[in-house]
Each structure stands twice: as structure tokens, then as C-alpha cells.
């Protein structure tokens, strides 16, 4: 079965190693492969999602965990607003049934503050907001 | 004369039995290999057995390279005829398990990541996410990518792809 999982994600699991990701971990458990590790850029992140994408283009398996952080998203660092197309709330603590204090505008570049987890990120705007945006929706630039 | 020269072929051949590796003593190369050892530490804790300038190296080394490696500081060490390398590679550690997060850990963020995608519905049981409801297919992999994110046992995706 370990056989099994790793053959069928072996184009993804190549171009994580091929492309520089870190701490790689590829565990299976329970017949699902864990896949864990840190890319070198958002690019190298969104081209294993790619790579994932076109093995089970509807996510549907459910063999698969794929936890892969970005190594430039570091405090100082530069993130992108990768909103589909409206403004990310910015909070004033991590989660969202914490209050708004401001907004982020799709496209914007927001500066990294520090990394509350890996689901929240403390950011602070070109107009001086700052507080806790959801991690998924921002790029390390 | 002749006898003279006898005597000398014999004195040559005693001193080739007494010193066969060039005249390096098997006691002076184990120190040698004992000094090496202060300098690479790899040597030093594998276990290495000299005789005739013959050297036998064992232990467990931490891969092949290392074991390359002392194999080339032993040879490069006057008097060394050959070296035979019975080092074995330690087999890497078994990795931690996978660690899950707990359900109302995942909750949260499984509240959290869905928040945007009206359509969706989560429920979270024993680490596994199920999810059911609707989504756009452009919008799906946004939504993986913050659930995998999360540490859960298991995503089984039940959405219905528009």
C-alpha cells in the first residue's frame, strides 16, 4: 500500500525534491500519504498544487495530505493579496469571529508581521493597519 | 664472497618477514588511525583492526559517503596495504507519527477556511473533515489548500463541483 500511494503521487513528490522543498516528510498512515515540507517560494507551492491538481483534478481521493509552508514568508517579508477578487478583512486577533479593523485590497502588497500559525498572519498595510489575515490568501512575494 | 652475499639475501628476507608493509609497523598504523580519528570523528567511532598492514574497519557508519570517506583516510595512512570495509549504514529512524490535530483545533480552522465559500458545508469528526454543499472548481483548490494546511487525519470531499 506504501508502494501503492507513493507511485500514484510520484510526479509530485519528485518536483517537491527536484525543486529545492526542505524538511521534506512523506509519511503514510491509515492508507493516506502525508506529505509535509517547507518550499522555497509560493511559486514552488503552487506548482506542486498544480502537480496534485492534475493527478486528482477534483480532490476527491482523500489519500492525500498535503501541508507544504513557503520558506520566504518570514517577518519583513512582502506578501501579495491573492484574494478571487475582493478585499481581505484584516482582524484585530487570529480567527473570524474576531472584529475587522481594516481591509486589504485584492492585489495589494502588505508587509508580514509575524506568523501567529500557519492559518494566521499578522500583517501590516502601506497605510498602517495592521492586524490577523488568513494565511490563505496572501503570497510571500 | 659469495657466502657474503648469502648472508645478505638472508638478513633482507628476515627484515621482509619481520616488517612486511615497508617497514611500517601494524602498532604504529593503529596509532595512526587513533590520530586520524582526533580529526575526523566518523573514524573515531567505528572500530578499525590491523594486521600485516591489512586493516579490517566495522561499526555502523551514517551512510555511504561516510563510509567512503573513512575507508579513504585509512588508506591514505603509510603502511596501509589494503583496507577492508565491513562498516554497515545505520538504517535512518522511523519518523514520528503524523500528528493530528485535535477536533476543536480543526474546527476553528476548518470555520475559518470555509468562511468564504458559502456553498460549503464542514463537519469535522475524529480529525476527518468531510465536506458537503457546492463549490466553483476554480475555487476548490483555495479551499484544499487552507484545509490541508490544518493537520487533518483526512479530507473526504463530498462537494459537489460547479
Not at chain 1, 11 to 26: F, T
Not at chain 2, 68 to 92: L, Q, W
Not at chain 2, 127 to 138: A, C, D, N, P
Not at chain 2, 146 to 158: D, F, G, V, Y
Request: with cysteine; net charge neutral.
Amino acid at each position: 500500500m506504501i508502494m501503492a500511494l507513493q507511485d500514484k503521487y510520484k510526479e509530485l513528490l519528485d518536483a517537491a525534491k527536484a525543486s529545492g522543498v526542505i524538511n521534506l516528510q512523506q509519511r503514510e498512515q491509515d492508507n493516506v500519504l502525508y506529505v509535509d515540507g517547507e518550499a522555497p517560494s509560493g511559486a514552488v507551492k503552487d506548482k506542486l498544487w498544480n502537480i496534485y491538481g492534475t493527478i486528482d483534478p477534483d480532490f476527491r481521493a482523500g489519500d492525500l495530505i498535503l501541508n507544504i509552508s513557503v520558506a520566504t514568508a518570514v517577518p519583513g517579508a512582502k506578501a501579495k493579496v491573492t484574494t478571487e477578487s475582493t478585499s481581505l478583512n484584516i482582524r484585530k486577533g487570529p480567527g473570524t469571529d474576531q472584529p475587522v479593523v481594516g481591509q486589504a485590497a485584492h492585489n495589494e502588497i502588505v508587509t508580514l508581521v509575524s506568523k501567529m500559525n500557519d492559518q494566521w498572519w499578522l500583517i501590516r498595510t502601506n497605510s498602517g493597519i495592521e492586524g490577523y489575515a488568513f494565511a490563505q490568501y496572501l503570497s510571500p512575494q | 664472497m659469495l657466502a657474503k652475499i648469502h648472508k645478505m639475501l638472508l638478513l633482507i628476507t628476515m627484515a621482509a618477514i619481520a616488517f612486511p608493509s615497508c617497514g611500517v609497523k601494524d602498532s604504529t598504523i593503529s596509532e595512526a588511525i587513533t590520530q586520524k580519528s582526533q580529526s575526523m570523528p566518523e573514524l573515531g567511532q567505528i572500530r578499525a583492526s590491523v594486521a600485516n598492514g591489512v586493516v579490517t574497519l566495522s561499526g555502523e557508519v551514517k551512510d555511504d559517503a561516510t563510509r567512503t570517506s573513512v575507508e579513504e583516510a585509512v588508506k591514505s595512512i603509510k603502511g596501509v596495504r589494503s583496507v577492508i570495509n565491513n562498516c554497515t549504514i545505520t538504517p535512518p529512524p522511523p519518523p514520528p507519527p503524523v500528528a493530528v490535530s485535535q477536533d476543536d483545533v480543526l474546527s476553528r480552522g476548518v470555520a475559518d477556511a470555509t468562511k468564504d465559500f458559502p456553498g460549503v458545508k464542514a463537519n469535522v469528526k475524529d480529525g476527518v473533515i468531510t465536506l458537503t454543499g457546492e463549490i466553483k472548481r476554480s475555487s476548490l483548490p483555495t479551499l484544499m489548500k487552507s484545509l490541508n494546511a490544518l493537520n487533518p487525519k483526512k479530507i473526504q470531499n463530498q462537494l459537489t463541483i460547479k
